[in-house]
């Protein structure tokens, strides 16, 4: 089959999946409302395809602002995530203004396009730089363009909850286990997560798996200490709200305990 007609093949069963499954509609509205399925993104999982990492798409597990998440099938049967960040409505100066500042990414990227690009490459990085200090956090597959693979958290039956989502039998071990991961990722990894609240905290095997990592910057950025502290905040806040006596002053006394260097 030509490139040209796995695309279109790959695009009618993308759009089939976001209309759930009932499909139909012409090319030409399968072009203008499936905002998603941009050419750059299916030029992507087309890649992905070749490269031997995705067989086929299947269900979204989430459609957010910034991104969308499907599960996937590899060509093994195993199941894995690939994370679409939008490049049409995803918050364009507010992604730019992570990325500018990073060692990691130098120059201004003016170009929309190129911001969401990096945006993915950055989620990667982040993820493989934790994922290899310990940190529970997705397993990064691969990326391109604005599509990024990763392992799945979750069972057979259904993905791993948000934090949000479940009733902790133990809050305050859970609670626990979150300041060691978040500890790990900023005293190994040397990250700062900048996004931590009880949505991007998983639940898996009553355990916190850490997520969404796009926006986590090194830990000597300028702008690392302010998130630090609104991470600690959220943190506080919600197990505070589960009956667990912290604030965030101790939720950051905790994660800097280990820390060589003093965050300033
Ligand atoms: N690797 C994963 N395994 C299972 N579920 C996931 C995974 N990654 C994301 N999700 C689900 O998709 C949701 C959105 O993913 P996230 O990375 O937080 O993107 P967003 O920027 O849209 O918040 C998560 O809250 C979670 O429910
Ligand atoms: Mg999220």
Known sequence: MTKEKKLEELER???????????????????????????????????????GIVDTVEH????????????????????????????????????EEYIMGDPRFPGRRSN????????????????????NNGVPVPKPIDFYKNVLAMEYVGTEEMAAP????????????????VIDAVSLLLNKAHLVHGDLSEYNILVRDGSPVLIDMGQAMMERHGRAKELLDRDCRNVARYFNRLGVETSPEEVRERILADSDEELE
């Open 13 to 51: 069963a993308l759009w089939k999946i976001h209309t759930d499954g009932r499909g139909g509609g012409t090319r030409e509205e399968r072009k203008t409302e499936s905002e998603v399925w941009d050419r750059q993104t299916l030029d992507a999982i087309y890649r992905f395809m070749k490269k």
């Open 60 to 95: 979204p597990i989430s459609t957010g602002k910034e991104a969308n998440v499907f599960l996937a099938i590899t060509p093994k049967g195993e199941t894995i995530v690939v994370k679409i960040y939008r490049t049409s409505t995803a918050d364009f100066r507010g992604i």
């Open 112 to 131: 929309k396009r190129q911001v969401i690009y990096a945006w993915a490459r950055k989620e990667f990085l982040n993820l493989r730089l934790a994922h």
């Open 162 to 177: 948000e934090v949000r989502q479940v009733k902790l039998e133990d809050p305050q071990t859970f609670f626990d286990q």
